[in-house]
Nanobody
Framework: QVQLVESGGGLVQAGGSLRLSCAASGRSFSTYAMGWFRQAPGKEREFVAAISYSGRTTSYGYSVKGRFTISRDNTTTTVYLQMNSLKPEDTAVYYC?????????????????WGQGTQVTVSS
């Protein structure tokens, strides 16, 4: 069993930054990939970023590439999402998720555990 708890969301002005954290409990954190997704009201869940089990490989959604950075600390079993140059269209609930495998995957169906989500609101 894996539990994921996100934190770090909030209200920020456009152009600002936020850092999301996701604390994972359970075994074998260092053996599986992790990802971040987001969902805005009335929209489908969107892939944001993913990182492999080792942290050596990452992948980003087109809309966040160059602005967001995913990282992980296998010692503290935490994954991070550094979000810079935020835009109003980044407003959404952000979810941390555990992949069912060690390499990077980008579709929600490849993830088997999800956090409860944290709200990010970017004002213009």
């Amino acid at each position: 069993q894996v539990q994921l708890v996100e934190s770090g969301g909030g209200l920020v002005q456009a152009g600002g930054s936020l850092r999301l954290s996701c604390a994972a409990s359970g075994r074998s954190f260092s053996t599986y990939a992790m990802g971040w997704f987001r969902q805005a009201p009335g929209k489908e869940r969107e892939f944001v970023a993913a990182i492999s089990y080792s942290g050596r490989t990452t992948s980003y959604g087109y809309s966040v590439k160059g602005r967001f950075t995913i990282s992980r600390d296998n010692t503290t079993t935490t994954v991070y999402l550094q979000m810079n140059s935020l835009k109003p269209e980044d407003t959404a609930v952000y979810y941390c998720a555990k992949a069912g495998r060690g390499y990077v995957v980008v579709t929600p169906g490849e993830y088997d555990y999800w956090g409860q989500g944290t709200q990010v609101t970017v004002s213009s």
